[in-house]
């Protein structure tokens, strides 16, 4: 889709832990076309993918079979990523808690499972989880700065 607001890129993937990378490769693909540098564009793919990791682990509880849906909004200012699912909802106030100051130098951060959300927060400009229905969207927002 485009229009005089950017363009919007779709993509959907089975709900299996192996397809994570045709995104990450996809969202990486697409940053190469911004001003983001390689630093802001490999922290853009992690968060992209922890996202998708969290929907076929969670909300889908690894069952595979069942749609992941990206939707990247490019625009001049700002690249938006919202990554939808109609499995489980996330767990009332589980983002809001999830909001902590971390140290992104630490590399045992990194390892830590249950720190994907904030690392998320902490590395995009904002991020928002709504459900509509059935359908989950986690949505990501990366200002571009020219």
Same mark, same amino acid.
């Given at each position: 889709?485009t229009?005089?607001q +950017?363009?919007t890129?779709r /993509? =959907? &993937?089975?709900s299996d832990?192996?397809?994570?990378?045709?995104?990450?490769?996809?969202?990486?693909?697409?940053?190469?076309?911004?001003?983001?540098?390689?630093?802001?564009?490999?922290?853009?793919?992690?968060?992209?993918?922890? &996202?998708v990791?969290n929907a &076929? =682990?969670h909300a889908?509880?690894? =069952? #595979?079979?069942? #749609?992941?849906e990206?939707?990247?909004? /490019?625009?001049?200012?700002? $690249?938006?990523?919202?990554?939808?699912?109609?499995? #489980?909802?996330?767990v009332k +106030? #589980?983002?809001?808690?999830?909001?902590m100051? &971390?140290?992104?130098?630490?590399?045992?951060?990194? $390892?830590?499972?249950?720190?994907g /959300?904030?690392i998320?927060?902490?590395?995009?400009d904002s991020?928002?989880y709504?459900r509509?229905?059935?359908?989950?969207?986690?949505?990501? /927002?990366?200002h571009?700065?020219?």
């Amino acid at each position: 889709m485009t229009d005089d607001q +950017g363009q919007t890129l779709r /993509l =959907e &993937i089975d709900s299996d832990l192996a397809n994570t990378t045709l995104i990450a490769m996809a969202v990486r693909g697409l940053c190469a076309m911004t001003a983001l540098s390689p630093v802001e564009v490999n922290r853009v793919e992690l968060c992209v993918v922890e &996202i998708v990791n969290n929907a &076929i =682990e969670h909300a889908y509880e690894h =069952e #595979k079979g069942h #749609k992941v849906e990206v939707a990247a909004h /490019l625009a001049q200012s700002a $690249l938006t990523l919202t990554v939808s699912d109609w499995g #489980k909802a996330m767990v009332k +106030g #589980k983002l809001e808690s999830a909001s902590m100051p &971390i140290d992104l130098d630490d590399p045992a951060l990194w $390892l830590d499972s249950g720190r994907g /959300l904030p690392i998320v927060q902490n590395l995009m400009d904002s991020v928002s989880y709504h459900r509509n229905g059935d359908k989950n969207s986690f949505v990501m /927002l990366k200002h571009i700065k020219s």
